[in-house]
């Protein structure tokens, strides 16, 4: 069983920039394919990003390109979200996932094995 934490959501200004981290537990971080998803209440949950396991390759959902990087550094066993240029409309909670057993990253939170409980990102207008 793999556990994820995530820190760093809060309250932000438009504009504003937050940096989102997420630790999973476990010796096989580098093995794992890592996303971040997000959902609003009454909306399903939603793709934002997602990185391969040597961190050489990314995608992102169109809403957050050029404004969300998504990173990991595998000697610390952590994943990171940094986050610009927010919007109101970036206003959600942010899951990280982790998807095991595979090398290519996927869109599709049913791909993924593991999810942390969620952070709280609110932008004020």
């Known amino acids: 069983q793999v556990q994820l934490v995530e820190s760093g959501g809060g309250l932000v200004q438009d504009g504003g920039s937050l940096r989102l981290s997420c630790a999973p537990s476990g010796r096989t971080f580098s093995t794992y394919v890592m996303g971040w998803f997000r959902q609003v209440p009454g909306k399903e949950r939603e793709f934002v990003a997602a990185i391969s396991r040597s961190g050489g390759s990314s995608d992102y959902a169109d809403s957050v390109k050029g404004r969300f990087t998504i990173s990991r550094d595998n000697a610390k066993n952590t994943v990171y979200l940094q986050m610009s240029s927010l919007k109101p409309e970036d206003t959600a909670v942010y899951y990280c996932?982790?998807?095991?057993?595979?090398?290519?990253?996927?869109?599709?939170?049913?791909?993924?094995?593991?999810w942390g409980q969620g952070t709280q990102v609110t932008v004020s207008s």
């Open positions: 996932a982790a998807r095991v057993g595979f090398y290519t990253v996927d869109v599709q939170s049913g791909q993924y094995d593991y």
